[in-house]
């Protein structure tokens, strides 16, 4: 199979110590051994993320949460039976065996394991964890195809495992489990609810005070255009005005919202009737709008039930004030 030997170059250019891009079914990720300090500093240097920053470690299956995290409570076996392979991060006490670069010098560890067949194999055939993050530049949009990490990343990645275009479209849900109650870190594509069905209590969502994670900064997942966030029934007449003053203008047209014709200078995508769908399109429409010069995004917020809350934490934080 073809495959084989892309797992068998990935490998090689992981025990050597590189960096492989590889396909998830949230985002592309930018991986490298989560044991070896010098190849995770490598990807520190090559997303221009600061060290303070830490990043997510994936392992092959479920049965190596005991090895990667020095302590698993109960409820941790339950989560990751239920939703592993899948997009959950669970926050861990940190073994001895993930060096603190990985963490970003937290005493807590964050692990997932992705559910992608090729990833998969290159985790089982390596044989450990891979630390990995968005294989974007620091506050860059994330990528959700292997062309979109060459574009971003390009010769900074030694190999790109090309999986096809990502399922669910937007990063996991993180969810700490090292303090009590267990707070909601970053919603992603599991589903609030789903998590709040098992843990038997409503999840709060951790609020502003110190950044724990860069997924909290405002200023995160950044078209280059800048985003304007409107209540559905303005937004279509928001971005004809702001058309005829002369802008370039990206209306990301809600579902049922009538007008206007394309032309030039206004770009049109529309909302995809399901949050699931939407989710999947989501980087690729702020991508789209940015390759069409476009300078200003018109949106409103879909309603926050499942996906809808990451795409509305997503939109926002594209929307939030840049410095
Ligand atoms: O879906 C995903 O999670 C993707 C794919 C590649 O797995 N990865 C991803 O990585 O989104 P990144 O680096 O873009 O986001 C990782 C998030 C950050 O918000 C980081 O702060 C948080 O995980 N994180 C990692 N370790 C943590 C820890 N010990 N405590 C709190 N947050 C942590
Ligand atoms: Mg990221």
């Not at 964890?129 to 900074?156: I, K, M, Q, W, Y």
């Not at 991508?287 to 300078?295: P, Q, V």
């Amino acid at each position: 199979m073809q495959s084989d030997d892309e797992i068998a170059r990935a490998v090689a250019v992981l025990r050597a110590g590189g960096l492989v891009a590889i396909p998830t079914e949230t985002v592309y990720g930018l991986a490298a051994d989560a044991t070896n300090e010098a190849a995770v500093a490598r990807i520190f240097a090559a997303k221009g993320r600061p060290p303070t920053h830490p990043l997510i470690v994936h392992l092959g299956a479920a049965d190596w949460l005991e090895h990667w995290a020095a302590h698993v409570p109960p409820i941790a076996h339950r989560l990751a039976a239920r939703f592993w392979p899948g997009p959950l991060t669970l926050i861990l006490p940190r073994p001895a065996r993930v060096p603190p670069i990985v963490t970003g010098g937290q005493p807590t560890v964050a692990l997932r394991v992705p559910d992608h067949p090729l990833t998969l194999r290159l985790l089982r055939s390596f044989g450990s964890a891979l630390a990995a993050p968005s294989a974007n530049r620091f506050g860059a949009v994330s990528p959700t195809t292997a062309a979109d990490v060459r574009e971003t990343l390009g010769e900074a990645v030694d190999y790109v495992l090309d999986g096809g275009a990502c399922t669910v479209g937007l990063e996991s849900t993180i969810l700490d489990l090292s303090r009590d109650p267990p707070r909601l870190l970053r919603p992603g594509g599991v589903p609030r609810e789903a998590l709040e069905e098992i843990l038997g209590m409503p999840l709060e969502r951790e609020s502003a005070g110190p950044v724990r994670a860069p997924g909290q900064h405002p200023l995160h997942y950044a078209p280059r255009a800048r985003l304007l966030l409107l209540p559905t029934t303005q937004v279509v007449d928001e971005a004809v005005r702001l058309h005829a003053e002369g802008r370039h203008v990206g209306l990301l047209r809600p579902r049922g919202e009538a007008g206007p014709q394309p032309r030039s200078g206004l770009k049109v995508i529309d909302v995809p009737g399901t949050a699931e769908a939407y989710a999947r399109g989501f980087y690729g429409f702020l991508r789209e709008f940015d390759r069409a010069g476009c300078e200003v995004i018109v949106a409103a917020l879909p309603e926050e039930k499942g996906l809808g809350l990451a795409i509305a934490d997503r939109l926002r934080r594209a929307a939030a004030p840049r410095t």
